[in-house]
């Protein structure tokens, strides 16, 4: 299926997804354009991370439609639409603790992308100077800060032209969390098209272009983050 606007980057269209007989998604719509920063904000539950998996492909809804780059991808595994240069954070950042940053870097290696430059070592360690300065230590002795840069960086070794965040500050000392926010305003700035997953307001409103909010697992607000009223976020996100 092709879209017929060149500057969207993925449509998720009423998408339906199940965890065995439990509904999670209830038809789920969402949209994002080339070099947007977009974020889903909700409850624990809400079902922000399914949405992830159904569009990463882990997993599929049972109707509706996901297309990225105009190009359906509901029925793809995970790996064919990492190859499409969809790249996916997840939650529990999941690096090779017994591997060195630099060797888990290369774990992720793919070739870059026609129109950009491609990711290395070097360039990923001038956007994250933590790792910089502990290329050869293991992974698994890093802090938990240390970890997600890794996750991500590791992540952008894979060349892609849009990147999933799923609760990318969850955790992190202020400090770590500041960082990330720079760290994630220069990948716009790369051209990385970005969505994330939040329930920090404060993060979200300093880096982001729009919001979706997330309740009982479909849509039900949305605006640029500018507009997005504390009411709202109140009534369906706060806990």
Known sequence: MESKNTDIMLQV????????KAQ?????ILEMSRGEVVVLLGRNGAGKTTTFKSIIGIVPPKSGNITYKGVSIEKLPPFKTCALGLGYVPEDRRIFGGLTILENLEVGKQP??????AWTPERLFELFPNLAE???QAGGTLSGGEQQMLTIARTLMGN??????????????????????ITIQKLKD????ILLAEQNLNFARFICDRAYLIYQGSVCHESTIDELSDEAYEKYCSL
């Open 13 to 20: 269209d009423a998408i339906n997804t199940f965890y065995g």
């Open 24 to 28: 999670i998604l209830f038809d789920l």
């Open 112 to 117: 870059a992308r026609p129109g950009y430059e």
């Open 134 to 136: 502990r290329r050869s």
């Open 160 to 181: 892609p032209e849009m990147i999933i965040l799923d609760e990318p500050s969850e955790g992190l000392a202020p400090v770590i969390v500041d960082q990330l926010a």
């Open 190 to 193: 790369e051209g990385v098209s």
